[in-house]
């Protein structure tokens, strides 16, 4: 158990440093740097530049200046935004990210696996077919399909809900019901196929012949063993709901990370762009780590060894 | 026969009476006897009875048939189509389904006919039916190739990594480990947006890559992604079932003959697989049109003109209260499409490998 978490903490180790290399790198594919974009300056005013933000150093020791500032966290100046500091940016926008993108993980969770369980329990009624199939639209409909219709139907047809900025609790509601929908769809198909195996197990019916209710077999025995490969997938489901936060935000206005990150990319400030992909590569990879470890404490044939 | 051997004074007797028989009652039976007896239905090949399976499942049926129409829709349709997809025509601004222009009724007078703008135009006067045509035939398109890649890379890698086992397996294996572990969309976006100069660099210095500018770098950064992070899924499903295959018979038996690797892993583990190999590719295919449309969403996919379904939603939010056709037009078709290849792909796993289904 120990080597286990040793071995995929390294690995995570290894890929983070992977994915800040390369990055680092692919930023240096731009030629001319990134001040000529703009209308171009004075010679001068170009070496004040460079030598301001270290870009006149040769390759190697700007990215040895790099991986230093990683290490302690700090991820440099904006270029596009003077002045401020990419962690400043990622700190005032992943809050907000963080907030809508949790409430629509939470709201996957709480509605997928009551309606996976439901469906399996009516296997083979029209309400489990009914229910699958609305999954299976939920699943093959792109995020970006989802919240433009909801945005269509709920703000402009029927004016009921609105559809920019985060100001009120109200705001709050079509962009988690758009992040959500791909994850619940998934989730409830997961339960589904998850729950009609444990049911069909030998123990569920040693516990249905000794007379246990139905309501206690299910919460106290199979709930607990049919979750296990849910839990798998919310490492996937958080990767799922920070790339959807993209587009939602962009969608409907959200000043969040993920807008952040799209501006950033159509104004090539590099330096957000790069900081911006190792704080979300961070942030995915360590989510990834704790889902696994946690899985392998959880997983009751590991506690038999 | 039976008339011959009942004694007909008795006909409940179990005396036989041998006497009315001859020689040609004992000749062994003929290959048309023998098949009278057979209760047997003729034996199918694999592919025959799968399809037999996916023929009866409704569901699966329906959405192949929409697939087909969609390829036809994006690729056989334009050729006749009297507009095309960058074609602006002025005067001809915002219009909206089945409506004409000024000019257009204009022409209408004199008696020429003008071929109606089905789905309406942009605010450019581009025929927007057109451009949804073209928008499908880049998704079938990447959708496609990227699976074709995905294929290829994917069971090579897992197929090698399987058959020869041990160190080789153990190296291979932590390398698609790491590889699992990038945050793939990150780097899509990253190299779509760094490999931007050196490919028009390409595309204008050497004669030849002219169509880097015409299919964008976005679509070309999607590939580049699929080759180098994608196969792995594929490659870690491809090893687990060379993994079981390799033990049976057949394949001691083909290295007891000097087989050479190769051709034990192309002509006697990959063609068992084939049934995965499908299944896995068909559904491979709606998850990259789903990541090409929401990269162009994003505009980071195709260049303009050509138009994608992502890029066609993201333009139509601007006039949303005024011509929501043009949302909804590029929203359904990749709906159906992804939902279509979703469906097939399940199709095709319950009929070639039942024991999947619960």
Redesign the interface.
Known sequence: MGVYIVKRIS??V??LF??AT??FF??F???GGPFLSEKAPSPQTLQALEKKYGLDKPVGIQYLNYMKGLIKSDLGPSLKMRGRQVNDIIKTGFPISARVGGIAMLLAIIIGIPLGTFSAINRGKWSDNVVMLIS??G???????VA??L??FFG?TLHILPTYGLSTPLHFILPVIALSFYPTAYISRLMR?SM??VLGQDYMRTAKSKGLSQFKSLFKHALRNAILPVVTYLGPAL?YI??GS??VE??FTIPGLGSQ??SS??D?DYPL?MGT?IF??FL??TM?VIVDIVYKIIDPRIKLK | MAQKIIDKKNPLSFHINVSGFDVSDFLPAEESEKQSMVVMRESVNFWKDGARRFRKNTLGMVSLAVIIAIIIFAFIVPLPYPYSYEEQIRGSENLGLMQYSKDELARKETGESVFPHVFGTDSLGRDYMIRIMMGSRISLLVGIIASTIILLIGSTYGAVAGYFGGKVDMIMMRLV??IY???D???I???S???K??LK?LAETIPGFNWINTVGVGLISIFVVFSLLYWVGMARIVRSQILTLKEQDFITAAKALGASHSRIIKKHLLTNCIGTLIVTTTLQI?SSI?TE??LS????GVNAPMPSL?SL??Q??GG??SY?HR??LP?IT??LI??SF??LGDGLRDAFDPKLK?
Not at chain 1, 139 to 145: D, G, H, L, Q, R
Not at chain 2, 297 to 300: C, Q, R, W
């Open positions: 690995l995570a290894v890929t992977l994915v390369l990055t692919l930023m594919l731009v030629p299976t639209f699943i093959a409909v792109p995020s970006f399909v433009t219709v945005m269509y402009v196929s009609l195996d990767a920070l790339t993209l587009v962009k969608i990150f799209v990319i159509t090539r762009i992909t979300l590569a995915l990879i990834n | 480990d790491i572990t990038v945050p969309i990150l780097i976006i990253l190299l947006v760094t490999l100069y050196p660099h709606p789903f449309s929401f969403f994003l505009g980071m992502g939603a993201s139509a939010l949303i209260t929501p949302l909804f929203a990749i709906s992804i939902l979703n469906l619960n």
